[in-house]
């Protein structure tokens, strides 16, 4: 049973060009949570998106910034025209269901991002 | 503003004794607690969560949660070089938000 699969694992954008990140949650979970982790920072959440929903997009810069979990295919976090504050590693988890409290998140290895 | 609080550290221990890492929280309604290791440059690793008042044993690792003081803790008997990695506390109610973690060292 595979886990969370996220790639590319690293990514280098130059400033102004887009990014896009990819996730598949693990067989048979619905939910996808984004979170981005700064250096020597804390996980930040961004956003949680169900199948062709968006759930909570609280986390997510106003601008550049979009997601989306389609419903066939991975879920999708892009990010336009980069700029250096952007370089980060963005981490995907996903769940099963919305109501297992005691059902924490598995990660993905993360995508590492850095923008030149 | 939901928040988890933790100590950055990094908190040094020596090999064989107990590891005390603590959080608090800000959220009344939050009503799960987790831990993760996250050693450096891999991703969070879950290794306990707790939603009852008290304390949760699993193996070398014991969780305690106390929601009247908001604070939640991780005890790690028997530390192991092995153990030294950050330490994130999170909380949940519709998602999980992360303290910055703390930064664990054992001393071989």
């Known amino acids: 049973n595979a886990g969370v699969m996220q790639n590319p694992r690293h990514l280098v954008r130059r400033r102004g060009q887009e990014a896009r990140l990819r996730c598949s949650p693990m067989k048979g979970h619905s939910h996808v949570y984004w979170y981005r982790q700064l250096p020597e920072e804390g996980l930040k959440f961004m956003v949680y998106?169900?199948?062709?929903?968006?759930?909570?997009e609280s986390g997510m810069p106003k601008e550049r910034f979009s997601a989306e979990f389609p419903k066939e295919g991975p879920s999708i976090l892009r990010i336009q025209q980069v700029v250096r504050g952007d370089s980060a590693a963005y981490f995907c988890?996903?769940?099963?269901?919305?109501?297992?409290?005691?059902?924490?998140?598995?990660f993905g290895s993360g995508t590492r991002l850095t923008v030149v | 503003q939901k928040e988890v609080e933790q100590n950055s550290g990094p908190l040094s221990v020596p090999e064989g004794a107990i590891a005390s890492l603590n959080c608090t929280y800000s959220d009344r309604g939050s009503q799960s607690f987790f831990w993760y290791r996250q050693y450096s440059g891999k991703s969070p690793e879950l290794i306990m969560f707790?939603?009852?008042?008290g304390d949760k044993e699993d193996g070398r690792f014991t969780a305690q949660l106390n929601k009247a003081s908001q604070y939640v803790s991780l005890l790690i008997r028997d530390s192991q070089p092995s153990d030294s990695a950050t330490y994130l506390c999170a909380s949940r109610d519709d998602k999980i938000i992360f303290g910055k973690g703390t930064r664990l060292h054992i001393l071989p």
């Open positions: 988890a996903s769940s099963p269901e919305k109501g297992a409290l005691e059902y924490g998140y598995t």
């Open positions: 707790i939603y009852s008042n």
């Open positions: 998106l169900q199948k062709e929903n968006i759930i909570d």
